[in-house]
C-alpha cells in the first residue's frame, strides 16, 4: 500500500475559541482501511467535511486522487461514498423510493449489491422513511453508500445507533470492502470496532493529531506493555523521563515499546530500585 489516495496537509479550520481543527496532516494509502478516532467535539466532522468539499480550509489542504474536494467536488465524487455523522433523508416515502433515486444518482443498474446489502442489515426498504428509528435509518444510509460500489469509502460515526449485533454485521461488510481493495477512512469514537476492522488509527483530540498508531504492532504481538513498580516515586519518576510512551502513578508505572525497542526499557531501569515487573499484550485504548 504505497500509493496516497487521501493526503491531509496541515489542515486548519480555526472557529476560535479553541474550536476547530489545526495542522491535521494524514496521508491515507490505496487499499487501507483507516481509523479516525476521537471524542464527540473532537474535530473528526470537521475533518471529513473538509475531504468532502463542504468546506474551505483557513489553511492548508486536502486532496482526493491529486484533486482539490473544495474547488473539483463533482470530480471527486465520482469516487468517493460518504455516510454523514447525521442523517437527513430526501423528502420521499420510503425507503425503495430513496434507493432509486440514490441508483439513478449513482449510476447504479446492476441491483444485486444493493439487495445483499439489504439481507445483511435486516432492512425493510418498504418502511416509511420519516417514520424509522435512529438505527433504521443508519442501516438504510450504509445501504446507500456501498451500493455504489465507489473505490474510497468517507464514513462518519457509521455505527451510531446500531446495536452491538448490527455493528459486527458492518463490521464484516467494511471487511468484505477491504477485500475488493476500496480505501476506507472510519471515524469513531469506539476503539473496539477501529481495533477490529482499521490498518492504522489517528487520535484527535481538541482538534489535534495526537498519535498515528500501526494496528499491526497490535495483532501480530510485536507491541509490548510493562507493568513495573519501583521501590520509591523517584525511581519511578526518572524511569518515565527516560521512555517516550510511559505513565506514573506513584511508585507504579506502566510503558509500551514494540518488541524491537524492549531493550530500551530496562535501560531506562538502570540505577533504579525496581521491585516488580510484569509484562502484557496491550489493547489500543490501554496504549492511549
Known sequence: MSDTIISVDHLTKNYGRGRGIFDISLDIHEGEVFGYLGTNGSGKTTTIRHMMGFLKADGGAVSINGLNPWTNAPDV???????????????LKTGTDFFKVQAQF???????????????LGLDPSAVLKRMSKGMKQKAAIVAALMGNRSILILDEPTTGLDPLMRETFLELIREEKSKGRTIFMSSHIFEEIEEVCDRVAII???????????????????RTFHVEFADE??????????????????????????????AVFQAMDGLRVLSLSESHPDLEAYL
Open 106 to 120: 449513482l449510476g447504479v443498474r446492476d441491483f444485486s449489491y444493493m439487495n445483499h446489502l439489504i439481507d445483511m
Open 77 to 91: 465524487m465520482k469516487s468517493v461514498s460518504y455516510i454523514p455523522g447525521e442523517i437527513a433523508f430526501p423528502d
Open 234 to 263: 523517584a525511581s519511578a519518576k526518572t524511569f518515565c523521563d527516560r521512555l517516550p510512551e510511559c505513565s506514573a502513578d506513584g511508585m507504579q508505572v506502566q510503558t509500551a515499546a514494540l518488541a524491537k525497542n524492549v531493550d
Open 205 to 223: 483530540d481538541s482538534g489535534r493529531i495526537q498519535s498515528v498508531v500501526n494496528l499491526s504492532d497490535f495483532r501480530h504481538g510485536s507491541m
